[in-house]
């Protein structure tokens, strides 16, 4: 029987680890062989309670046997006191058969209590193994979702590393616009100042026809200007 149990068991862990391979996620692996563990104990019991049923059984009829061996013993005293010799040895003939079969049956309810006895060390080892099991199964369930959630924390925090390294890059470039701009802001005041604004706008913001009407103009406006003082000086 202890071999027979090795077996078992051996086949039942390597059945078991072939299944847990299925799994990508260890949380569900650990579930399902806690699940598995505890199908295995269900059915356990289950083999015990029939084979406590089953002995009960035999116990019973080994009472009734027990019965018929002290009536036919009985009947065989009687048949005696009665001068029936023939008839006492017919009871004790049925006596010995029954006596006989009485020894096989009780051979065969110490095999099945042995039995039961494997059993319910199996089941008591088995309980001891679920209830370590689910306490690591917790622990390692925890350590796992732990991980995972730094990992998590960790995924975010470098991708905000990033984002601020892109925003910082945006506001450096941002800022440097800014400066020149202020700085031209300045140069446009200072050129102000000094009437030399148009000046300044002109390399960037006029092209060159509007550059060449605004002399046109400007020459126009002269001459009108050298005439009306030419006529002011003659008269």
């Known amino acids: 029987m202890p071999g027979f ?21 260890p949380r569900e692996q650990l579930d399902y062989a806690y699940d598995k ?20 059984k035999l116990e019973f009829e080994l009472e009734r046997m027990d019965e018929r061996i002290n009536d036919l013993d009985d009947k065989a005293k009687r048949a005696m006191k009665l001068g029936r010799e023939d008839l006492a040895r017919k009871a004790l003939e049925r006596k010995l058969v029954l006596i006989s079969q009485r020894k096989t049956l009780e051979e065969k309810i110490k095999e099945m209590k042995e039995d039961e006895e494997n059993l319910m060390e199996v089941r008591d080892k088995l309980k001891t193994k679920i209830d370590l ?88 406006q002269l001459e009108e200007e050298m005439k009306k003082l030419k006529e002011e000086v003659g008269s």
Do not use: C
Not at 6 to 24: G, P, V, Y
């Open 37 to 56: 563990l505890v199908q295995q104990l269900h059915d356990v019991e289950m083999a015990l309670s029939r084979a406590i049923t089953a002995r009960k």
């Open 133 to 220: 099991f689910k306490a690591k199964k917790e622990q390692l369930k925890a350590e796992y979702e732990a991980s995972k959630a730094q990992v998590e924390v960790q995924e975010m925090v470098t991708g905000l590393s990033d984002d601020f390294a892109s925003a910082a890059e945006i506001i450096d470039r941002a800022e440097s616009k800014v400066n020149d701009m202020k700085a031209r802001a300045a140069a446009l005041d200072e050129l102000v100042a000094t009437g030399g604004a148009l000046d300044v706008l002109e390399p960037e913001e006029k092209d060159e026809i509007e550059r060449e009407l605004d002399k046109v103009e400007l020459n126009s």
């Open 5 to 25: 149990w090795d077996r078992l068991k051996t086949s039942i862990e390597a059945k078991l680890n072939k299944l847990l391979d299925n799994f990508e996620d």
